[in-house]
């Protein structure tokens, strides 16, 4: 029986290698995890259904490049971000619209395998149950979207009652579930990975805003931010607590790093063992410190509105403006972007080439420590099992040319870059780290899930 080791797990070689033989520029070798237990939590807002779509006829390319790294030792499972709360109840037969449902919501495991018909322009959402469903692995991976019946658990409708509690839901569902719907999935040997797709911000924990107001949804982005407008006053007053709240409850949610310590504590506090990625509304990808809760005065509603992040080029119609994700943004940063964190924006028509790199992420390390310093990194010779990488190369997908210097111009196409940076040395990365261009896949060097690095002065 083959033990799975943790991702990221790095181990100095042993005999002469640790002890400076003839074989001391051997720096690392990375063993990397052959399982990963990933799940999704999708906004099921009435501003979805086009996400929904574009998520689903784009999950195969996600699936390919994730069983090309990982041998097909997955499990998927897909919850919504809707708690059951006083103002979102059960469904019955007098409540239809904007409830709780049983299955998919409070971090219970989807089991609807959801279908979106359109009539008129406007979206028709019907389900049928499988439970088998629940949890998905390479043999029922069709569960999660049928490209030929458009149908999967990954489209978990529009019908959600405008209170967004992604992380609220990501515990309750990864936590002991108090009538076990969740087993079978998380497994200990295994990455763990949360993927929020949403067009809202995170309200955090049921009862921490006012349902109630008139404001809707909107108080999760005041929560958030810390402050909220004075409602019906069109200049700028900054409130602490919403004015018609009869508990006064302050503007703050519970804060998003008690959200990754929970993550944390399921993998030991093992680095590298948790990945959170999310695809939510960014103003600018590349500078994620632009997009922050800003709010302005609507002369027709009368009433102050958050300012949108982003808007989906090519688009028409509703909802082809999306507000700010600020605490999404804010959890992939505690997870290091690029090392465990990862964010896109959800402003897109094509889901296809996000979809490739978030497999690539989940499957790849972003930064590989090392067991020893190096002095002169541009004196220095890499290699990855035996081959050697090139100092420069030209940035072209699944091709390794080389080049001489940056901006060389002999490329054939794109432009001459570092292949690979070297990191000195921190608190955090004793001997420093080497980080890859992302026009190259460091992991497909990777023989039998290892990847020894060997780089000389």
Known sequence: MNTKIPLLAFVCLLLPVCNGGSDSNKLAEVHINQAIDILFVIDNGGDMAREQVQLGESIDEFLFELERNLSDDYHIAVITTGMESQFCP???????????????????????????????????????????????????????????????????????????YSFAAMKMALGVHPDDYNSGFLRDEATLAVVVLSSEEDCGEVDEVYEFSADGGNICFFAAKGEGPEPGNSTYTPMTYHPGDPEQRPYELTTVEEYKTFLENLKGGKFGMIKFAAIVGVEHVNDLETTTIEYEWDEDRMRWMVVEACTTTGCTGDYCNVRPGT???????????????????????????????????????????????????????????????????????????????TDDPSCSAGTCVETWSYYYPSLAEPHGAVVFAEHFDACSYASGGVLRIDLAD
């Open 327 to 405: 605490r999404y943004i804010q959890m992939a940063q505690l997870f290091g972007i690029g090392e465990n964190g990862f964010i896109e924006t959800i402003c897109q028509m094509d889901y296809s080439d996000t979809m490739e790199r978030l497999a690539r992420f989940l499957s790849c390390p972003g930064r590989f420590l090392l067991e020893k310093d190096i002095s002169d990194p541009q004196k220095s010779n890499l290699e990855l099992n035996g081959q050697l990488i090139p100092r420069y190369s030209c940035t072209v997908e699944n091709q390794l040319e080389s080049c001489q210097y």
């Open 90 to 164: 059960p469904c019955d037969a007098t409540i239809t619209k904007g409830c709780f449902n049983e299955s998919g919501e409070t971090g219970r495991f989807q089991d609807r395998l959801g279908k979106y018909q359109y009539t008129g322009g406007t979206p028709v959402y019907s389900s049928e149950y499988d439970q088998t469903c629940r949890v998905v692995d390479k043999l029922n991976k069709i569960c999660l979207f049928d490209d030929v019946e458009k149908k999967g658990t990954l489209l978990v409708g529009d019908n959600g009652c405008g209170f967004e």
